[in-house]
């Protein structure tokens, strides 16, 4: 495989753990433990982990190596400001052409979370929370949006893998949010669909400050 496309799968793997929050705030990247877990050479992670640090996904250490960046309290909140705004714009343009299979798409994705959940499988749940709000943005139908939406590199900052069974409700609460706003998205009732998804971002926001 050739040295560009194995940087592009480390770069592409470390990304989706980061924004998933199964690499938390200040988890260390080490070069050796990554390309062993990723089956790449240590140049491939190198790449990776100075295009991760461009996008300020990860930051270096005073005394060197990269560490997954640690999100303040005032990250929390324009984080959300951030999805508030690019969600809801996707919704508003969705509701006006969706299809059936877009539908079933949301569906499948809030199905694959429930599974992943029920069996245990909390960093995959965190995975399909992520594809579930990706994919609102791209069936909203505009190129631009998801460029932005991307670029922005947003992270989920609600779900703490490492308190997963004292915080359980997250994840329930999480999944009936989401069926709400696909709800909204079948009866094309945009208020439902956007109060639902308000309702989710918010309780985001300040479970992050509550388990920070």
Known sequence: MK???????AYTELRKKILSNQLT????LKEDEWSKKLDVNRMAIREALTRLLGEQLIVQGEKGGFFVKTLTLEDSHRIRELREILEIGALRLLIQ?????????LDRICDDFSSMVER???GGACEADVKFHETLIECAGNERLVELYQASN???FHQKLGKTQTHMDDYELTDQEHREIVAGIKD??????????LKHLIRG????????
């Open 120 to 122: 245990g499988y909390f």
């Open 205 to 212: 926001e300040v479970a992050s400050i509550d388990l920070a």
């Open 97 to 105: 052409k969706v299809t059936v299979e877009q539908v079933a798409e």
């Open 188 to 197: 094309r009732d945009v208020k439902r669909a956007e109060e639902a998804l």
């Open 154 to 156: 947003i992270p989920l």
């Open 25 to 28: 705030s200040g988890t260390r």
């Open 3 to 9: 040295e560009d496309s194995l940087s592009n799968r």
